[in-house]
Every structure is written in C-alpha cells, then in structure tokens.
C-alpha cells in the first residue's frame, strides 16, 4: 500500500491551484532563461530575477496554505537562491541554471503530489541541502572578498520592543517578501562626530529600504552630545551582505552586527485583523530621504478585485449558445423578408423588420463581448517555448538565440491550445535539423550562434505565426527523391514540380517517417501532422526555404474557431460557403473573357493568367448549372491564385462552424460544414487544401 | 425471448433493425452531398442543429437508385456511440419477434450480402399490411440487419479514390451494439 499524502484543498480548488502554480513555476523558469540569455546584462538580469524571486515568493505561500511543507522549503530555497543571484553572491553560469531548472521541475512533481495525492519519492530535503550549501559558499566567499568584518562585540538583545504600528508596518513588509533585519552598530571611540556617524549610517540604511524603528531615533541622533550604540530594525529587500557593505562604507566605525529579526507573528497577525492597514511611507520625513529608498512594494490589501476566474468549458458553452443566437438571427431574417414579400409592407412586417435589426445589434455585441473573453494572448503559449528551445539546443550540441516577437497578439484560447503540439513540432525541428552545428556554420561564415525566430501577428483577419532558422534549409532535389524513393510520386511527377512545390511535399503523410527524411533532407519530422492539425483549425501551413539561409514555416490561423465569415456560393444544385479570409476578389464571369491555354480555362486578371477551377467538376456533382449569375471567386492561398467556377454568388454569411460526423473523414478541398439560415446544410471550402488538390490534379492533367 | 424490431423496405424486401438502435425516423430533407464521397454515401443533413450524415441503403445493397416518394424515410440509428441517417424506402412497423422464429442464416439470399444479415425472422403476415406482395405465403422473411457491418466498410471498390474513413468509426465494441448484433450468433 502506498501512503496517501494529505493536503488542504478541496477537489473544486484543484483546477485553480494547478493554474497558480502553473503560472509562477512558468514565471521562474522564463525567468531563469532570461538570466540566462542576458547574464552579462546586469540591469535586464536584475528585472528578470525581480520576476523570478516574486512568482517564488507567491508560490511558496500557496504550497505552505495547501499544506504541502516540502514543496514550500524547496521554493524558500530556491527563492534564496535568487535573492544571492540578485545581490550578485552567486554568478548565473550555464550549471547553476540548470540546477534551478532541475530544481524548478522538481516542484511540478511535488505540485502533481497534490493531484495524484501519491508520494512522488523525490528526496526534497537533500535537494534543498545541495542548495544551501551552495548559497552558504557562495556568501562565504563574497562576505569574504568584500573586507574584513568589522565585529561587533556589544550586547546583541533587542533594545526597545516594537510599537503596534511598528509591528503591523513590519508584518506588512514580511508579506511583500521583505526582510527584516536587527542592525546594532557604534562609531569608533574618539571619532570626530561619532554622532554624525550615526546618522550617516542610518541613512546609508535608508537608502537599502525602510527603518521601522531606531534607537537612538533621527532626531535624537542630532541633539544627542555623547555617544550611544545605534539600534536599528531595517525592512528591505536585500539580504545581510549587501547591508554589510553600506555599513562598511561609513568611516569611524567601531563595529557592526546584521542579524535576522523575527517579528512575533501570532501577535501581529492579531493586531493587523484589528487595525487599519498603515500607510508604508515614513511621514514628516525630509523630500530627498522619502525619495531615496526604492518604492517598497505597494499593498493591496482592500483593493477591489475586478477580474473572476471563468470555467473554459462554461466559457465555450457560452459561445455555442451565440452560434446558435447567430443562426437564428439570420433565420428571423429570412422569415421577414419571405413576410415581405408575401404580405408587402405593413406595420406588422416594419415592426418586425426594426425589432429584428435591434435584436442582430445585441447579438453582434454579444458575440463581439463573449470572442472578447475568449481571446488571451499567445504569451501564454510562447512561454513554455524558450526552455524548449533551450532544452533541445543543449542535447543538440548547439548554439541557439531565440527570438519572440508579438507575444501579445491575442487569439481564440481554443485555438492556442490546439496549435501548442504542431509548434513544439516545428521549434524541435529548426533547432534540430533546420540549424547546422557550430562548426559547420563557422565554415560557411555564418554567425557561430543560431537564431531561431518565432513570431505572432494579425494579418488580414487572420493570426499569422511564422517559426523561421537561419539554418541550412530545404533542399528540393532532395525531398524529390526522397518522395520518390517513398513511393509517394513517379520519377516524372517529382521532376514536374517547381522548387516550392517539390519542398511542400514535405507535408506529405509518410513522406517523414523513419530515419529515412533526417537522412536525407533533415526535416519533416511529423510535419504532416502539423499539416492536419493546422487544417482542422481551418489554417494552413506553408514553408518558404533557400538552401544555406534558413526555412520559414508560416501557419495561418483563424482568429476564432466557433464563427467563420464567408461567401456562399451556389455550386449545382449544392451551396458552399467560401472562408472569406482566402478570398480575393468575386467576378461575374459574363464581363471576362475565358481563354485556352494549353487546353485549359483562364482568364485574364490583374495582369496574370488566371487559372479557372470549376468547382462543379471538381466536386463532381452532375446536376445542371445552379441559381444565380455565373462567377469566379478569385482565392489565394500564398503565391497561387486560383479562379473558382461557381454558378451563382449568394451573398456574405456568418456561419457557425459544425463539425462533421466522424463517419466522414478528410474530404479533398473541404474543412467542415455548417448549417445556414433555411436549416439547410452547407460544406466549407479548405482554400488552401482545393487550391492543393487542383494543383495536383492539374498535374496529372485532369480538371484545370 | 421477444425482441422487437423496426421493419422497413427497400425494393419491396423487408428488412428488420434492433428497435434498441434505432433513435428516431425522420422524414428525408434537404441533403448536401459530400463530394469524393462512395456512392452509397447519400449526404449530410440537419438534425436539430446537428450535422447527420446519410447513407442510402439502396445503394449500400446494390438495389437500383430511386428518386425519393412521399414514404422515404431516414432512420437515424445510433450505433457505438455514432448517428447515422440510413434512407429506406419506407418504415412500416415495429414488430416484435421471439427468438424461435429467428434463423441464423437463410437459405437463399438474393440480394443482400450475408455478412450484412444476423438472422432471418420468419414472422405471420398481418393481413393490412400484405397489400402489394405475393399472397402464397404463410409467412413473410424479414431481413436482420448487422448494423455493425452495413455502417464500416471494407469494400475497396467504395473507397477508391477518397480518404473515406467509416472503417475509422471508433471500436464497434461488441457490448455497445446491443442485442441484435451480438446475441444472435448460432
């Protein structure tokens, strides 16, 4: 039997706690690489470290409230740790890093403990031994370089006790994370103006953070004729090193002691539910003094919360039930103009025609209000990547920047949990394959290190994310001949292709697996399931390569998954819904003039042979010619542009994307469906996947 | 032990399906059709806001096509935790058959696979509803479907050509599909 660990929280809490925890082990570990990436940047290292000590500091309070006390002193610990990289006891080399990383990782165990509620077995303590021991030798050390130590050899007690006030000032520090600590200090005997000294040197405290109480106190100090040890309780930020050096900088110092001083918790925390919450900032103090200290950390204490946590599935249901909102309106709509034109115009029908364009009003700003919630930015995702990158890099032998741009744009969080898989795909494969090794880039003149570029940004509706290496990229004749070895195309099919055509062949299911793609062109692992995941969100993924510069990948995303805007368009006696974000421009096809080249339809358009796809022939549907005027919809899927033959345009229409039965697998051009306005059922055009397959099809010289 | 069945027809042959799978039976609407899809593979259509995809027996069965009349039907059968439309010619009744008048195999089949059929019923003719068939018999033959084998294909012929995945439906667990499919075996 294993034992069954123990923790202060209920089942309903555990999704919020794995969030906060998840948010600042996230926190330390982005904050770690930071470090690591600027370590010779000393004010980008301290921000980062600022970060990484908070996210610590928070979540040492949470492992401590659900109980879990080895997981709370391993993050004391590493939060010591980088309090020592702050104060610059501890340098931030590659190992040590790794060892927080390692230790970072650790806690993600610990934190599953309180999940699982099983022992994980990780020896903690001897974890957070190995830790001290480091900080201890690393503070010897630095104490040791910094000078000698002045001792003190007085009386080490406390001279007064601490006002309420004091106390709750005190206690309010503790809990931003500061430190407390009890500074006995005497100027030499015989100095000239040991007072002066005094005062000097409680003001070299000041500027470390903030005095809670003093003895002899400031004023006393200036009219004050003999001389008296001075008694300090400081609140900062810092540790004891780094007070020791202020100290050691005043001259005519007999000797000095920093000792760690402990509030009575039980008595404060009594206080504090009584009181009122203090004000932190020393009053009737001189303009430059108050200026000095760093701002202590603002208290929110009685600050209003303005942000609810909201269940993703209550979120998502809460968006289906606009889809539905969205159809119906579009349902009223057809209701009233069939009312119209039954019975003309009346009150009844402009009633209802005035009721209806309020009620589309509310239910755009509704779908506007509940896309709004849904949105995040794809920070969240991005974050996870740099240790990633890291990772793969350091197993790779190989040296990587990595570079994140447009962290901030937003997009549908159903969207950003379903593309997390096919961009770890595509960041392994830059780092692994895409890149060359040092040497190797040494010798072609290429920069030692390599940049790996991932990018977020809206375009045209659309989230474009690009994953781009300057490594040695693609080369077509070899990804012909290995798609030709793998049976996928004839010789003299692979020989047709262009150079982009050829690479995009690999997106091709069994073109990547076995050792067979590493070996010869050094990509594509899985790259086909990046293809049809990216396909089943209704994106699509496409690489531009030049062999010695680099690949680019760029995906293209929807905004939104739930409601797509499109054109519908009458094809046969069936309506298809055409995404509006790939399409161009529509024309009626009796103002252009249909040529033959080389025995296939085009027209004329923008200055180029536009290829035309009749989507009738394509889809294979025998009926006659639909509804409507004959027109091409001009799509685009990166540099093709294709003309689709449709029988007649019906209008614009925000459709509520349905998905398909599981029964209906991957259909050749099309992404899903959905139902319309009348309750009739339409299919959705896969722009870039027809664009694909017409071009496949042209090859074999069949429907263009 | 009794059992009951929804009978339909389709080229004038009765077939029967565990009333257990059957989920509703709908009118025939207005269907989308899938394009690459297999022949037998009818469309799609709307069932309260949902997406139904259609199959058409008659041409699962190798009977001639037929354009649709006042009777068609869809019964929306719900096999393994997937909903299916299945249009038939007409639905006429649900009867309930005991397992004695149940035979594993029949004799003679004309026109449906037998890998298709988990039984023959052999089943008293009701006089109202007799109209237009042979009056010879005593006893009419109701087909039993093996719901199972008519919605997965392996029939390469309907594939050619098209990524067509029913063979991809999720495990037809023998436990999900109730009865009908698995009690009969001889």
């Not at chain 1, 004839?490 to 690479?503: G, I, P, Q, R, V």
Request: hydrophobic share 45%.
């Amino acid at each position: 039997m294993r034992d069954i660990l123990k923790f202060d929280i209920e089942d309903n809490e555990i999704e919020i706690f794995l969030q906060d925890v998840n948010e600042h082990l996230e926190a330390m570990e982005s904050g770690l690489l930071r470090l690591e990436q600027d370590g010779g940047e000393p004010a980008e290292s301290q921000e980062s470290l600022q970060t990484a000590f908070r996210a610590a500091h928070t979540l040492k309070a949470i492992a401590a409230a659900v109980g879990h006390p080895r997981m709370a002193e391993l993050t004391h610990t590493i939060e010591n740790t980088f309090e020592a990289l702050r104060e610059g006891w501890l340098r931030p080399t590659a190992a040590l890093i790794d060892e927080l990383l390692a230790a970072v990782d650790t806690l993600r165990v610990l934190r599953d403990e309180v999940v699982t509620r099983e022992p994980s077995g990780i020896d903690v303590p001897a974890l957070i031994h190995w830790l001290q021991e480091m900080l201890s030798e690393a503070m010897d050390v630095s104490t040791a370089a910094a000078g000698p130590q002045l001792a003190w050899n007085g009386d080490l007690s406390s001279v007064i006790a601490l006002s309420e006030e004091q106390l709750l000032r005190a206690q309010a520090y503790v809990e931003q994370g500061w430190h407390l600590w009890e500074i006995h200090l005497a100027a030499k005997p015989g100095a000239f103006a040991p007072l002066a000294r005094l005062l000097q040197a409680s003001m070299a405290l000041m500027e470390l953070g903030e005095i809670i109480v003093q003895n002899p106190a400031q004023a006393d100090l200036l009219n004050k004729e003999e001389t008296v040890p001075l008694w300090v309780i400081l609140a900062t930020d810092t540790y004891a090193p780094t007070v020791e050096a202020q100290l050691r900088d005043i001259t005519d110092i007999d000797g000095f002691s920093v000792q760690p001083y402990t509030l009575n918790v039980s008595e404060a925390a009594v206080l504090s539910e009584v009181a009122e919450p203090v004000s932190l900032t020393e009053p009737g103090l001189p303009e430059e003094l108050t200026a000095a200290p760093p701002a202590p950390p603002t208290i929110t204490g009685l600050g209003r919360e303005k942000t609810v946590r909201i269940d993703v599935e209550r979120l998502d249901a809460l968006m289906n039930l606009v889809g539905e909102l969205v159809t119906g309106r579009t349902r009223l709509a057809q209701v009233e103009t069939m009312l119209r034109n039954q019975y003309g115009k009346g009150t009844m029908t402009t009633a209802l025609s005035e009721l209806n364009s309020d009620l589309g009003r509310v239910v755009d700003q509704l779908q506007e209000e509940v896309m709004q919630a849904r949105m995040v930015p794809i920070a969240q995702l991005f974050s996870k990547f740099p240790r990633l990158i890291r990772d793969v890099a350091r197993t790779a032998h190989k040296e990587v920047d990595f570079v994140i741009e447009g962290e901030a744009t937003e997009l549908d969080r159903a969207v950003i949990e379903l593309i997390g898989d096919p961009l770890v795909h595509l960041l392994r494969n830059a780092v692994d394959h895409g890149l060359e090794s040092t040497q190797v880039r040494t010798a072609m003149g290429k920069a030692a290190r390599g940049t790996v570029r991932l990018s977020a940004a809206h375009e045209e509706g659309n989230v474009v994310i690009t994953v781009q290496d300057d490594g040695r990229g693609i080369d077509p004749a070899h990804v012909r001949q290995a798609a030709v070895q793998r049976g996928l195309l004839s010789e003299d099919a692979a020989a047709k292709l262009d150079a982009h055509e050829a690479t995009a062949l690999i997106f091709e299911p069994n073109f990547s697996t076995a050792d067979h793609v590493t070996e010869v062109s050094g990509r594509g692992v899985g790259l086909d399931v990046v293809r049809t995941n990216v396909k089943r969100l209704g994106g699509a993924v496409t690489v531009d390569s030049t062999i010695g510069q680099g690949s680019t990948f760029r995906l293209s995303l929807p905004l939104t998954l739930a409601i797509l805007q499109t054109m519908l368009v009458n094809v046969g006696a069936e309506v298809y819904a055409i995404p509006l974000t790939g399409i161009i421009e529509s024309l009626y096809l009796a103002d252009w003039k249909v040529s033959r080249v080389r025995g296939k339809s085009v027209i004329y358009w923008r200055g180029q042979a536009l290829p035309l796809l009749p989507l009738q022939d394509f889809f294979a549907h025998e009926d006659g010619a639909g509804e409507g005027k004959p027109a091409v919809v001009v799509v685009a899927w990166g540099k093709q542009r294709v003309g689709l033959r449709v029988d007649g345009l019906i209008g614009k229409e925000e459709i509520v994307i349905k998905s398909m039965s599981p029964l209906v697998g991957n259909v050749p051009g099309i992404s899903g469906c959905t139902i319309l306005g009348d309750g009739r059922v339409a299919l959705i055009v896969d722009v870039p996947g027809l664009i694909g397959a017409a071009l496949q099809a042209r090859r074999q010289g069949e429907v263009l | 032990m009794d059992r009951q069945f929804v009978i339909f027809t389709l080229a004038d042959e009765s077939f029967g399906v565990a009333i257990a799978l059957v989920e509703r039976i709908i009118e025939l609407r207005s269907v989308a059709r899938v394009p690459f899809a297999p022949d037998f593979f009818h469309g799609v259509v709307n069932l309260d806001d949902r997406v139904l995809p259609v199959l058409d027996l008659r041409k699962r069965f190798g009977f001639p096509a037929q354009p649709p009349t006042r009777e068609t039907r869809l019964l929306v059968v719900a096999v393994a935790g997937v909903r299916v439309g299945m249009r038939v010619d007409r639905v006429t009744q649900v009867l309930t058959v005991s397992d004695a008048d149940i035979e594993p195999l029949p004799p003679i089949v004309a026109t449906v696979h037998s890998h298709f059929i988990t039984g023959i019923a052999k089943v008293a003719r009701t006089a109202p509803e007799s109209e237009g068939m042979a009056q010879a018999e005593e006893r009419r033959l109701i087909i039993l479907l093996n719901l199972r084998k008519v919605l997965s294909t392996d029939e390469k012929a309907a594939l050619q050509g098209w990524d067509y995945t029913l063979a991809d439906v999720p495990e037809w667990a023998e436990d999900a599909a109730p009865e009908m499919l698995t009690d009969l075996k001889v």
